[in-house]
């Protein structure tokens, strides 16, 4: 057991795959980064945030393809691979690149299986980052994971610390569908996402969420930079006499429906703290799913808390009152306990 | 194409506020002050200055993620665009964008861009304006060697000959798109060449060199004025900087650091043709150096003493309140 900051915990997940099995390559923009630069110098970067740092040296030039800016083209090609042998993992250096590679995702890998009356498979996966909070403005900063949720064939992951990252990604390239692994940029060096994790490599099931922490009076449901947010009011809340269960579902498609109806069964308040969108959000599904199956227990309308319907600010203080802050998790919590949500700040 | 002393004095103007604006961005970001990406100009300066020379308000330009030089050539106010840097309420994008997003439609400038490549097709779009409007104006996308391989800028070029459009796109080949060479990705090693196959007028030219750039843009747009449609430019420049502020270059060798610097700077090479064909002093230039360092000086002090958006304003120029 080591503690691991989740950045060499998805290096680590990336180098174990590709040695357990060769038709693992990685493809993408700068994923090993320096060829043909006027210093010979080669895997200078490992992608622009840094993350793939070390796989050239490894595994060479045939396994960690650097493209070119072409995500539509690359994409395509990992697409294809995928479906005639080889297991790709591509690299889209930000989720708001979707629409530069959409058709790929969402015609092609998402419903090859389906199409071909299951006679094929897709085994792809698309690493990306997702995020706010780095003032990178309002093209480099969407969590735009509820749009890919909303495509059938393809499977979502939203890691929120290095364990889970490390799991669930060696999970998503033994996989025979296409995954779409959505990374918080933030997480990468956050220090409660640096967890213990095994020596040994391990899986982590889709569809199984993970009880961050366990409580009676509200459900909290919260993905990737969220949950953190969300365990940290808990704590605090916690002093206060109120008890809060964080449920992290880890995927979102497939999504662990159970334990969220379970939680809100003997809870019987609902939270939900969503990155995603304001509207037809990751959120707002949690949302219409206990309205739909647990209606009868709820004992307060369900809150959920996002981002405003606005592109992602660039100046700090505006991008700041854009994220979900713990002070409106909190007011969210205590008005479903029927408590005035200005006790939240004191 | 003959430049009076003025205008050639102007141009050394704008390239020398260019530079200093990102000089000064490059040692104030050790600060911490400055949020965000930064993607520097420094220099590339000839080729936005000598381009939006042939220019007017009514012209636009599109441009990418290191658009501040593109920007401030095409008349964008320096202190707006300083002020929006910090992220102050009265930036030229009231703190929404930033350096990645800087837009003043007013003067022709349909923002910088975070996503590489989507200039070319905003600049045909705006060519199609001017076209089927008839305001007898043109548009100029400005994107570096990497977003050449973007399939969007392809269809771009193709629809701009299809349709005769005024528009041009300029090709800042500056040998790297983030860490990685041309040579490593530009399959033919040859972008303007490749550009010709669509059918229009691609040149290969030096973009270190201003009345080089000065001349086929001139053309170029006179082209495009006439109603002869678009062309393709390759200018082959140098970046001083790393991608992005903070990135340490080992895919570079000091060898050639040095040389962009001492052999290869735009600005430098300007100042000595225009001493060495007497069309202008040391004094003088002198003189506009000191200018634009004070004008820098003050924009910077401006921005750093505003203030940031009220919070209250987040949802500003949205349709709705939710
Ligand atoms: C669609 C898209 N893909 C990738 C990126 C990430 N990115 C930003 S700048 C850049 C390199 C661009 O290179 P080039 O076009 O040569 O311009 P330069 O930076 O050299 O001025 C890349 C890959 C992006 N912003 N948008
Ligand atoms: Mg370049």
Known sequence: ?346 | MALSKSQLLEAYRRMRTIREFEENIHRENTTGEIPGFLHLYCGQEANAVAVCMHLEDTDYIASNHRGHGHCLAKGADVEGMMLELYGKADGLCKGRGGSMHIADVSRGILGANGIVGAGAPLAAGAALTAKTLGTGGVAVSFQGDGASNEGYVFEAINMAVMWQLPVIFYFENNGYGEFTGHDHVVGSKDIAGRAAGFGLPAVKIDGTDFFEIHEASGEAVQRARAGKGPTVIEAVAVRFYGHYEGDPQAYRSKEELADVRQNRDCLKILRQKLIAGKKASARELDAIDREAVDLINACRETAKSAAYPEASTLTDNTYVSY
């Open chain 1, 1 to 346: 057991m080591a503690e691991m900051a989740m950045r060499a915990a998805i290096n680590l997940a990336l180098r174990e795959e590709m040695r357990r099995d060769e038709r693992v390559i990685m493809i993408g923009t700068d994923i090993a980064g320096g060829a043909q630069g006027s210093s010979g110098a080669e895997d200078v970067a490992g992608g622009v945030l840094g993350i793939t740092k070390g796989l050239l040296s490894e595994f060479g030039a045939g396994r960690v393809i650097d493209t070119p800016i072409s995500e539509m083209g690359y994409m395509g090609v990992a697409v294809g691979a995928a479906a005639t042998g080889l297991r790709p993992v591509a690299e889209l250096m930000f989720i708001d690149f979707i629409g530069c590679c959409g058709d790929m995702l969402l015609n092609q890998a998402a419903k090859i299986r389906y199409m071909f009356g299951g006679k094929s498979t897709c085994p792809l996966v698309v690493r990306t980052t997702i995020g706010a909070g780095a003032n990178a403005a309002a093209q480099h900063s969407q969590s735009l994971y509820h749009w890919v949720t909303a495509v059938p064939g393809l499977k979502v992951v939203v890691p929120s610390n290095a364990y889970d990252a490390r799991g669930l990604l060696a999970t998503a390239i033994r996989d025979d569908d296409p995954v779409i692994f959505c990374e918080h940029k933030a997480l990468y060096d956050f220090p409660a996402a640096a967890v213990e994790i095994p020596d040994a490599s391990y899986t982590i099931p889709f569809g199984e969420a993970n009880f961050v922490t366990e409580g009676t009076d509200v459900t909290v449901v919260a993905l990737g930079l969220m949950t953190h947010i969300a365990a940290g009011v808990a704590a605090a809340l916690s002093g206060k006499g109120i008890s809060v269960e964080v449920i992290d579902p880890r995927t979102t498609s497939p999504l662990d429906e159970e334990s969220i109806l379970e939680s809100v069964a003997s809870t019987g308040r609902l939270v939900i703290v969503d990155e995603s969108a304001a509207r037809c959000g990751f959120g707002q599904d949690v949302a219409a799913l206990v309205a739909e199956r647990a209606f009868h227990a709820l004992k307060a309308p369900i809150k959920v808390v996002t981002p405003p319907h606005c592109p992602t600010p660039f100046s700090p203080p505006l991008e700041q009152a854009w994220i979900p802050s713990g002070e409106r998790v909190a007011g969210a919590i205590l008005e479903t306990m029927g408590l005035d949500p200005a006790l939240a700040a004191a």
